[in-house]
């Protein structure tokens, strides 16, 4: 992420040169600032869901529900996350689980995209989970 930033910094600079020497290009310029923004919050949000720092320090159910809101917040897909606090599990075996679920998440929000967005949406992993409208089911 620290080099997405640098070269983020590096554009902006370069943006700020240009407007400089072409004031008619101004306005333009910050509609690509604005862009460029844009993208920097999703790098960022990205960046959190790929590995957040909340699955080390809360455990796995807190990022689950973590990553739940984001999507949902995203998306408008409604997921609901629940279970007990989950045993002290390995990290390697803590970032698997929740690259999983969040596969599936992502299955379920490119089924929806691509229908109508009404019926049920389920994306299945490969111990037999479902995850169904939000839901994990042990089939």
């Known amino acids: ?8 910094a590096s554009v902006y600079l ?11 290009a101004r306005e333009h310029l910050l ?12 790098l960022r949000r990205l960046s959190h869901e790929l590995r957040p720092s909340i699955l080390d320090d809360w455990g ?5 529900k973590f990553l739940a809101e ?10 609901r996350v629940e279970g007990d606090s989950a045993p002290s599990l390995s990290p390697l075996l803590a970032t698997t689980l929740y690259r999983i679920v969040q596969e599936a998440i992502d299955q379920c929000d490119e089924t ?5 967005g009404e019926g049920h949406h389920s994306a299945r ?3 037999s989970s479902v ?9």
Not at 31 to 42: A, F, P, S, T, Y
Not at 112 to 116: E, K
Not at 131 to 139: A, S, T
């Open 31 to 42: 509609k690509v600032k604005g862009l460029l923004d844009l993208i920097e919050g999703q």
């Open 1 to 8: 992420m620290m080099r997405q930033r640098q070269l983020l």
């Open 14 to 24: 370069a943006l700020d040169e240009v407007a400089g020497n072409l004031p008619p």
């Open 112 to 116: 929806r995209q691509g229908d109508s």
């Open 70 to 79: 984001g999507v949902a917040a995203r998306t408008g897909l409604f997921i």
């Open 131 to 139: 995850l169904h409208q939000g839901q994990w089911d042990r089939l």
């Open 125 to 127: 992993t490969p111990d």
């Open 60 to 64: 796995l159910l807190s990022a689950l």
